[in-house]
């Protein structure tokens, strides 16, 4: 039995998750924003024609959009997540192997399946997948996890929407004018390593030296040559790995220049920080939080700071993160600037302790897990941020929610959103 893997992705995710319900959407050029409506981080085709590029700021491309009829959203990740769900539902009637990589890629083992039948199944998958849950998708197979990839990313330009990789020499006819660029792990600081050696497609860095790309590029270089020879490096994960980090930073709608300000903006993300923590069984020892001007504030003068503060003990408790979140605001606040984002960040996450009195200090971690508890209770019961402490401030709270002004309806996880049928 021969090691293949399918890679199955939606086609201009979070905007075809919007057509579903909206079909006078077809055909119109439809991007996604960021949080706050900030850049454009999914485009249609027809957006992507109109020079749209992935991150466009949309107060940059406001005015082509309203020229030209593009239809703009905010993100909605909830809709998006469930409907991520019920595709990855699906996938598990066509293998048993499954690795979510993302809300919109997910990896399957086809590998008993015998190679004539694949592309045949790859079909059947994906034409079930629009039936039934309305979302375009694209197939790719190779024995490896970046062959995979790459047959994905070039079943993109084929009718079929479907292309395996298993045979060899179909492998080297596609990757002799694949861009290295386009390759899944080479990033722009790897790009421009290969460029300056004359490396441009992914047949070249197919045939690279091992021991050239880990020099390059360092072992996940080197790795990446083994794939596209088809030595398999990456194991599929049927199981999701234990999260690593964590963050929370946001852009404000209007330059942050007090100080108050940003402490409430800070704690309001410290708060949303211990929430996501709580949820997935997590606990952090320390974080870090960073502040920034605008580089497009060309006049203005410009301040990048961060600063990590450990916590003696790790936590999933809003008010302590707030507390340290607040230290670190102390120590990086300079007045005289117009700050444009914030947030707060965290990794190397761990299981919170026992809740326990602490033996050094005054926390009650027993009772403040009850009242993380309480307040996540109400949150998820009457919408987020309706129990919040009191120092992101009653008065700011709103102001430093992230913005979806252009929110389509929540269609799938809200019963007073459902969709009208006439």
Known sequence: MTRALALIDGNSFYCSCERVFDPRLERRPVIVLSNNDGCAVARTAEAKALGIGMGAPYFKIRALCEREGVVAFSSNYALYGDMSRRMNQLYQQFSPEIEIYSI?????????????????????????????????TCVGIGPTKTLAKLANKAAKRLPAGVLDLSDEQVRREVMASFPAADVWGLGRASQAKLASVGITTA????????KLARHLMTVVGERIVHELNGRACIELEAVAPTRKGCAVTRSFGTRVTAKIDMEQAVAGYATRLGEKLRRHGLATDHVTVFM????????GPQRSVSMTIDIPEATNDSLELIRVARRAVDGLWRSGFRYSKAGIITDDLVPP?????????????ERAAKVMAAMDEANRRWGRATVVPAAVGVAMKSAFLTKFERRSP?????????????
């Not at 199944?121 to 629009?130: E, G, S």
């Not at 302790?353 to 971690?365: C, K, T």
């Open 104 to 136: 919109d890629e997910s990896f399957l083992d086809v590998s008993p399946l015998p190679a004539t039948q694949r592309t045949e199944w790859a079909a059947d998958l994906r034409a079930t997948t629009r039936q039934w849950t309305g979302i375009p």
């Open 203 to 210: 047949a070249q860095v197919r045939d690279m030296d091992p």
């Open 292 to 299: 920034h001007t605008s580089p497009f504030d060309e006049e």
């Open 353 to 365: 302790p026992v809740p326990q009195r602490a033996l050094f200090d005054n926390l009650d971690h």
């Open 410 to 422: 929540r269609y799938t996880t809200r019963w007073a959103e459902l969709p009208f049928v006439r």
